[in-house]
């Protein structure tokens, strides 16, 4: 495949780009790109800030891990504003917008004779594809046609929305999401009107600060805290759903309920179907779109990446594979 030796995945989970690059994972090259602060895109990274020349992310991603935690020295920090390329060790560098959480960026780099590029975690529409590229790696979190959603993210708002201000007439509503996912509901419902006061961790808080910013919309009232007696919609971690019952109705967001937009668990709790992930048939629309020379599906995150690579090279007729170096 035409470029191929300038963009592989590694069994970590290491995204190789061009000669210098290492995106959302550890590997020993100079510079270390983070495309968003999501767990499995941050593996590696307190080894990537010992031991790499520079990380790269946008500016809004570099404040996200200061607030949790990461602390990357001022002269190994480059944060990138979208679309402005920046040339390090011969290789030209550019962050382009993806729609996903705030701050997350899709990845590309220009050397002699290649263009290669990463998706990082995106949707659609709202993530422009990458065109003119030698190798393109995609992300394909839901890698096969079984996993399509029947529904718009617009039909699953408009969902929530309902239950959400149903719920505030009785009492105080918890929705457990991930950090990004959780800002992004923020928005979402003060944009549509709800007033209500929201509470969360001081952590949460923090990062919903930067997602002011980011969506242009104020989220107050927002108030640190943890508990909430009074109408008011409270927001949690998704890993502390299994582990505590709240007063009111309860809300897990979750990519992974493919029955229907919203489902009832029981008298108090649900599970709506909210991703920030392509679908199967957004990631061949992103591809069509995008044009690559060739497609290296990221296996390592994705589930059945092996379908995808295959429909990809059989339908669209362009050279896809979904394997993972082991060095």
Request: proline share 5%; with cysteine; hydrophobic share 40%.
């Amino acid at each position: 495949m035409p470029g191929l030796a300038k963009a592989a995945v590694s069994k970590s989970g290491a995204i190789l780009l061009g000669e210098n690059f290492t995106v959302d994972g550890h590997h020993p090259r100079p510079v270390r790109v983070v495309t968003h602060i999501h767990s499995d895109h941050i593996t590696g990274l307190e080894r990537s800030v010992r031991e790499c020349m520079l990380v790269v992310g946008t500016g809004y991603t570099m404040e996200l891990l200061d607030i949790m935690g990461y602390r990357i020295p001022d002269y190994k920090r480059l944060p990138l504003d979208y679309g402005k390329p920046v040339e390090i060790l011969g290789e030209r560098v550019t962050l382009v917008q993806s729609r996903h959480i705030v701050g997350s960026a899709q990845v590309e780099v220009e050397g002699r004779g290649y263009r290669v590029g990463y998706t990082g975690d995106f949707k659609m529409p709202g993530t422009p594809p990458m065109t003119g590229l030698d190798v393109l790696v995609i992300d394909a979190t839901y890698g096969s046609p079984h996993l399509q959603r029947r529904w718009t993210d617009w039909e699953v708002m408009a969902m929530l929305l309902a239950l959400v201000e149903e719920s505030l007439k009785v009492g105080p509503v918890t929705i457990y999401g991930y950090n990004g996912k959780i800002q992004e509901i923020m928005a979402e419902l003060r944009i549509r009107g709800v007033r209500e006061a929201f509470i969360a961790d001081p952590r949460t808080v923090r990062m919903a600060r930067v997602a002011e910013r980011y969506y242009g919309v104020s989220l107050e009232p927002l108030i640190a805290g943890y508990e909430a007696r009074e109408p008011a919609v409270v927001f949690r971690h998704t890993s502390e759903f299994e582990n505590r019952r709240e007063q009111g109705t309860r809300i897990l967001l979750t990519g992974w309920e493919l029955k229907a937009p919203v489902v009832k668990v029981d008298e108090k709790t649900y599970r709506v179907s909210f991703s920030d992930h392509a679908t199967f048939k957004e990631v061949i629309e992103y591809v069509e779109e995008a044009k690559p020379k060739a497609v290296i599906v990221d296996s390592v995150r994705g589930s059945h990446a092996g379908i995808t690579a295959k429909y990809i090279e059989r339908i669209l007729g362009i050279p896809s594979e979904s394997t993972v170096i082991t060095s």
